[in-house]
């Protein structure tokens, strides 16, 4: 993929970020963040495109004749898709811009369809089915740990997987997880709940895919087909890393707040998040053999199967 197309899907999936309008400025400050951290990247200067995306001086009409490879238009689509279906259901506007896109790349509408109901289907994956929660919850908290622990490596796996769909699977993961911890606590969840306890920990939904496939993209793993996966991790072109440590610190401090009563703050949720995070990279390398293996019996039916909950 050539320099200009890099680009071109990075301006995309930034176009998608912001296609509904009404981006939470935390989840702006975070996409901005991000685009600061992977400055350097494969020659794309981010925080210059973020800004022209803001200001509008990048558009669909002027980004897609950069896409001149039918693999390249593929993957655009893709993760404009995912941005769209991070946070849940698509908007009106972001249905919008998708059946826009799809125009404008020439894609076949079919294939176009196909894809966007396999996002959809990840997207609108139920936490659990409803349950009524013990009265006075016996933890254990091993089992918990181990819960938290096998989550992480199985995030960090889809991580080093070049298939868009498998980046967009570690959310759902990361929200059954705090789901399950919840409960275990006593607590009955929602979507809504778990996606608010996500943003007081400093943790966006958008924003994180972003960085996410944006990490996999520049770094010459994403939507790469054959060999990708085992070049990929062989030379680990992209850090597991990342999704390792955010599903563990997730769920550590998930264990944290709801054994206390949900009673911390957002700024004591953050340092909290913020520092096991930290301590999560530490023991990145540990669990790394098992990422590997995971990563080596993933397909796209294991992964849905993974996000159902099975």
Do not use: W
Not at 95 to 124: K, V
Not at 139 to 149: G, H, N, Q
């Amino acid at each position: 993929m050539t320099e200009a197309e890099t680009r071109a899907i990075v301006a995309v999936s930034l176009l998608a970020a912001f296609a509904d309008g009404s981006k939470h400025e935390r989840e702006r400050a975070e996409i901005k963040r991000i685009a600061e951290g992977l400055s350097q990247a494969d020659g794309v200067h981010l925080p210059t495109l973020y800004q022209d995306v803001l200001m509008q001086r990048v558009t669909l009409a002027n980004t897609v004749p950069a896409l001149a490879s039918a693999a390249a238009r593929q993957l655009a689509y893709e993760m404009a898709v995912c941005v769209c279906d991070a946070d849940g259901a698509q908007s009106d506007a972001e249905r919008a811009f998708l059946a826009e896109l799809a125009r404008a790349l020439g894609l076949d509408a079919t294939s176009a369809g196909d894809f966007g109901r396999q996002a959809e289907a990840i997207a609108a994956v139920p936490l659990a089915p409803p349950a009524v929660p013990p009265a006075a919850p016996a933890v254990d908290e091993a089992v918990l740990d181990k819960a938290i622990l096998d989550a992480a490596i199985v995030n960090g796996a889809l991580e080093l997987l070049p298939e868009t769909l498998s980046t967009m699977a570690i959310i759902p993961l990361q929200m059954r997880l705090v789901y399950r911890i919840g409960q275990a606590y006593g607590y009955q969840l929602d979507s809504g709940h778990v996606k608010d306890f996500l943003a007081a920990a400093g943790v966006g939904l958008t924003s994180q895919y972003l960085e996410q496939a944006g990490r996999k993209l520049l770094g010459g793993l994403l939507g790469r087909a054959g060999g990708g996966l085992l070049g990929g991790l062989g030379r680990q072109a992209v850090s597991s890393g990342m999704s390792f440590a955010a599903t563990y610190a997730l769920g550590h401090v998930a264990k944290r707040y709801y054994a206390g009563g949900r009673v911390l703050s957002t700024q004591m949720l953050k340092e909290a998040y913020a520092g096991v995070a930290r301590e999560a990279q530490g023991l990145h390398q540990r669990y790394l053999p098992q990422m590997r293996e995971q990563a080596r019996t993933l397909d796209a039916g294991r992964v849905m199967q993974l996000v159902r909950g099975g």
